[in-house]
C-alpha cells in the first residue's frame, strides 16, 4: 500500500521557528498531535519538533525556558519520504530511525502532508485483516 492512500483528509499542521515553547505546546495540544513541522512559509521544511523534544530540552533549558525556541530544540536532519514510499517502507524507516513522525515530500522538497507511526500501524493492521480475509475465502472455497 502507498503512503498516498494515507493522505486524503488529511492536514499538515506547521510552526515557525521563532515560536515559543509556550506557543509549541499550546499548538500541540490544541490540535491533539505529536510533532509540528518547522516552516517558514508552510512548503519549505526548516526542521520537525516533537513532543520527546521538549521533554528532551527540559533538563537542559529549565531555568530559561520562556526564552527558547523552537529553532533551538528542532530536529533539523528530518527524515522525509515522498506519496509513492510504501507502508512497508515507512514501518521499517521509522523502526530503524526510531521516530513516530515523516513529513510527506513532493517532487520539489515541498511540505505535501505528514505521516504518523500511527497512520502506518493502523494502515497495516487493516491491510493484514484484509489479507487474513482473503486467506479464509481462499480456504472456505477450497472445502
Known sequence: MLISSLLPGKQVQTIKPDAT???LSQ???SFK???LVVSS???RING???ERDIVQALPIHMHEIEKIHVRDIMTVNVTTCKKNATVAQLMALMT???IRHIPVVD???ELVSIVSI???VKSYVSEMDLERIALLDYVKSAG
Open 21 to 23: 515553547i509556550k506557543e
Open 27 to 29: 499548538a500541540l495540544a
Open 33 to 35: 498531535i505529536g510533532a
Open 41 to 43: 512559509d508552510g512548503k
Open 48 to 50: 520537525i519538533v516533537s
Open 96 to 98: 530503524e530511525k526510531r
Open 107 to 109: 517532487e520539489t522538497g
Open 118 to 120: 500511527g497512520d502506518v
